[in-house]
């Protein structure tokens, strides 16, 4: 099959749910891919920040393999053994200390937001449920994760919505503490927003959200879905802002590539979802977990981490030193690059470098999204950044 044959048989019989390239994926290796009719690209976008190793790591293949050979599914009403290894991973890295495993970063949010409600539930009793997050955030397409997402775009069609969200802008201390009324249990935020144009929080600013949650007793969450399992040149954002958030939750590059979502608790709130309250068919899926346990190992490395600072701040640079006219500037941290365009002119700026051979996305009013593999080569970098100036010089 070529390219259009198979996005002919995809929309032939998948739900027109999405605004695809007009490409279709056939195989990679690292961050190289190739499409149907054997165009080579250079991947900027990692699955939206999922292969996070690239393609067919060949360590990854190995675990799943052997994996699905020795057990692949048993369900959470039995032990086993892969969901306590990356668990106690990623307790022993981040120092948090207990992890729920889902599915997807909805359902990880979805389930840290029931925790929440929970845990003021036990303590306060009914009417303490309101969650504040920040306007321009996102947290997912579940009708709650969606109410909880701080765009309004996202808050049509689908009423009526779940209650007890609300938004306050991004900085702003005063509009915090006036939207902290008596029926607030938590504070959920990102830490760079992904999806909302890769915008990073203020530092200062996000630790103030986190005192004065421990002042209230909210639960402070953050979501690092997007930023999280070293992204941004830290196993998960937080450190990198000195932050000890009693509720993280985790999911796109968690098992580098393979759907997993991780909510992560400190010891005061993990006891909350007891047997019963909360669960999964899927969530801690033994494949799952053992592809989890090599992306996890490998980036949790000290010198993977400071590559992925180094390869962010080379490729920034890179592109601040095109000059192009449309870059209006870079955003972001590590392997999570906002490049600013004029408003509006990123979809069509995207899609000419996709045609290009650079894959990318898209993030926000203005910015073309880079989330390239965090084992990328320089050699494939330097390839991409190439077709990248030469998209925009044509536009100059
Ligand atoms: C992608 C994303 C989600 C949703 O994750 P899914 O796996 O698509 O459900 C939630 N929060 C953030 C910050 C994200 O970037």
């Known amino acids: 099959m070529n390219n259009k044959e198979v996005m002919a048989f995809v929309d032939e019989h998948v ?33 939206i920040g999922v292969s996070s190793l690239g393609q067919a790591d060949e360590d ?22 892969p969901m306590a290894d990356a668990a106690q991973m990623l307790c022993d890295i981040t120092g948090m200390d207990k992890v729920f495993f889902a599915n997807s970063g909805a359902e990880a949010n979805e389930g840290a937001i029931k925790l929440a409600r929970k845990y003021s539930f036990d303590k306060y009793g009914e009417g303490r449920a309101k969650i504040i997050t920040l306007i321009n955030s996102f947290h997912g397409r579940t009708i709650t994760t969606l109410r909880a997402t701080g765009q309004d775009v996202f808050h049509q069609y689908f009423f009526p919505f779940t209650d007890g969200f609300c938004h306050v802008p991004s900085g702003d201390k005063e509009a915090l503490l006036e939207a902290i009324t008596d029926d607030v249990c938590a504070v959920m935020i990102e830490l760079i927003q992904g999806e909302g144009g890769v915008m990073p929080v203020d530092k200062e600013y996000a630790n103030f959200v986190q005192d004065i949650c421990r002042e209230k007793d909210l639960l402070f969450i953050v979501d690092e879905v997007q930023t999280g399992v070293g992204r941004t040149g830290a196993f998960y954002a937080f450190m990198k802002y000195g932050l000890s958030p009693d509720v993280v939750t985790s999911a796109k590059g968690i098992a580098g590539g393979l759907p997993m979502g991780a909510i992560l608790a400190k010891n005061t709130c993990s006891g909350v979802l007891g047997a019963g309250t909360h669960a999964t068919t899927f969530g801690a899926n033994p494949v799952c977990c053992a592809a989890a346990k090599v992306a996890i190992g490998k980036i949790s ?19 601040i030193a095109f000059g192009s006219k449309k870059v209006r500037g870079v955003r972001g941290m ?63």
């Open 60 to 81: 990854w293949v190995d675990a799943i393999t052997q994996q699905a050979k020795t057990l692949g599914h048993a369900s959470n009403l039995f032990y086993t053994k």
């Open 15 to 47: 739900m027109h749910t999405y605004g695809r390239f007009p490409i279709a994926i056939e195989k990679g290796k690292g961050a190289t891919m190739y499409d149907f009719d054997g165009k080579k690209y250079i991947d900027f976008a990692a699955g």
């Open 301 to 319: 490395d000290k010198k993977f981490l400071e590559e992925v600072e180094k390869k962010g701040e080379y490729i920034r640079e890179k592109i």
């Open 334 to 396: 590590g392997l999570m690059i906002g490049v600013i365009v004029p408003e509006g002119e990123h979809k069509k700026l995207a899609r000419k470098m996709i045609d290009n051979g650079l894959l990318c996305i898209t993030a926000g009013k203005d910015a073309i999204r880079l989330l390239p593999p965090l084992v990328i080569t320089y050699e494939e970098i330097d390839e991409g950044l190439k077709i990248m100036k030469n998209t925009l010089d044509a536009e100059d």
